[in-house]
């Protein structure tokens, strides 16, 4: 394996390294020694990195894909809607380093069930949230305003929820990451004309979109949408 890009430090928190002739990810492992979803575990400058699957991950999927100023950073904080089982955020866990915090939403009890046993009891800078998304007053550990939104949620409605929890959390200035589930708004109109009227939706908000990337061939009719909040 060789590393190509993204060295800087010696402790980068993100790197870009070749594997199988392909160019990969690797965040550097805030719980060393212990895997998430059976990624590999590589050593560079002495330190260790879990791969980042893109077929996983769809913030790895944007990334290879060419998404610009990722607004996670090292001592964040990011209002995750969505969490799953866990693989995404534990990489966003990574970004963030142990002074940084992942409030992460998950509202199906055996999924959030996993995601607890797996991910937030392993990390200390993940605090689960078991709720409606629909509901983000009652996120009662989320303690501040956070830098950065984050939502995956495969939901006709999946824009306004977003919206709904930028609007009550999300610092001025900060940033939005959504993934656009085509399939899951309109199963029969065209992906490009959904992400289009999605973006349009997240501009009359407020937010000015800085890049839509679609995130084929890792994920079919998806896209991410990177937005700030201007107002």
Known sequence: ???TRGAGAGKARLRRVKAEGEDKLATLNLTPGLKVYGERLIEVDAAEYRMWDPVRSKLAAALLKGLK???IHEGGKVLYLGASTGTTVSHVSDLLGESGVVFAVEVAPRVAREFLEQVASKRSNVIPIVEDARRPER???VFSKVDVVYCDIAQPDQTEIALLNCRRHLSAGGSLLLIIKARSIDVLKDPDRVFK?????IEAA???????????PFDKDHALISAVWTE
């Open 1 to 3: 394996m060789e590393e």
């Open 139 to 141: 996120y009662r550990s």
């Open 69 to 71: 100023n990722l607004p």
């Open 197 to 201: 009227e999605e973006g349009d939706k």
């Open 206 to 216: 407020g937010f000015k979109i800085n890049q839509l990337i679609r995130l084929d």
